[in-house]
């Protein structure tokens, strides 16, 4: 039930496609639904994060779409560039109990040139 | 600096020997989490600190691992008799509070046990 489930495991996109990444979660506790960036070598960085109280949240190029009756959210990277290439780590954490993040697996986006 | 600060980066220890790996967290967090990140894998939750009290070390895999925080502030992760299947980044992050806020991560050490 703590588990975040992410896909796909690893995408390619060609540059200036939409790159996609999703995640599933069991435990309705969850209220807060981070992503991160990891580059190789660094510890990974918010890129942009959700609460449960709207169903989308767009940054720049980047939007999480969160369905919460299906227990599912979701990043959405538009006009992929080259420099987006990184591992992409979904999140969920919750106001009670023991805080912790828990984190999916991961998703290693390539975007070509 | 304004980040989270871990040393040391690297760390190359010969299997059985002790490590302590460092975290210096952004001033005025009070939360403070460890995890481990095996190549090519997710982030595994360690330990969390609330100030200098960990509520849940759920995530310590073996009794060879402990961590404590002092201060409010620093926080030193040591793993004893070091086993190769300790390789790994270990990250450190915090967060100004334990209520949903965004937690800052640290650059890692790096743990090679041979």
């Known amino acids: 039930q703590q588990q975040v489930k992410q896909s796909p495991q690893s995408l390619i996109v060609q540059k200036g496609g939409i790159s996609i990444i999703n995640c599933a979660y069991e435990?309705?506790?969850?209220?807060?639904f981070p992503w991160y960036q990891q580059f190789p070598g660094k510890g990974p960085a918010l890129l942009i994060a959700?609460?449960?109280?709207?169903s989308e949240k767009k940054e720049g190029r980047f939007t999480i779409s969160f369905n919460k009756s299906a227990k599912q959210f979701s990043l959405h990277i538009m006009d992929s560039q080259p420099g987006d290439s990184a591992t992409y780590f979904c999140?969920?954490?919750?106001?009670?109990?023991?805080?912790?993040?828990?984190f999916g697996t991961g998703t290693r986006l390539k975007v070509l040139a | 600096g304004a980040g989270v600060s871990q040393s040391p980066s690297n760390k190359v220890t010969e299997k059985g020997k002790d490590v302590e790996l460092r975290c210096d967290p952004i001033?005025?967090?009070?939360?403070l989490y460890w995890y481990r990140q095996s190549l090519g894998q997710g982030l595994e939750f360690l330990i969390y600190?609330?100030?200098?009290?960990?509520?849940?070390k759920s995530g310590l895999p073996s009794d060879r691992f402990s961590a404590e925080r002092t201060g409010g502030s620093v926080s030193t992760l040591t793993i004893q008799r070091t086993q190769q299947e300790d390789s790994a980044v270990y990250l450190c992050?915090?967060?100004?509070?334990?209520?949903?806020?965004?937690?800052?991560f640290g650059q890692g050490t790096r743990l090679t046990v041979v």
């Open positions: 992050a915090s967060s100004v509070s334990i209520v949903g806020t965004e937690a800052f």
């Open positions: 435990n309705t506790a969850f209220d807060y």
């Open positions: 959700i609460r449960p109280d709207v």
């Open positions: 999140a969920a954490s919750t106001q009670t109990g023991t805080y912790k993040y828990i």
């Open positions: 001033s005025g967090h009070t939360a």
């Open positions: 600190f609330q100030g200098n009290s960990a509520p849940d």
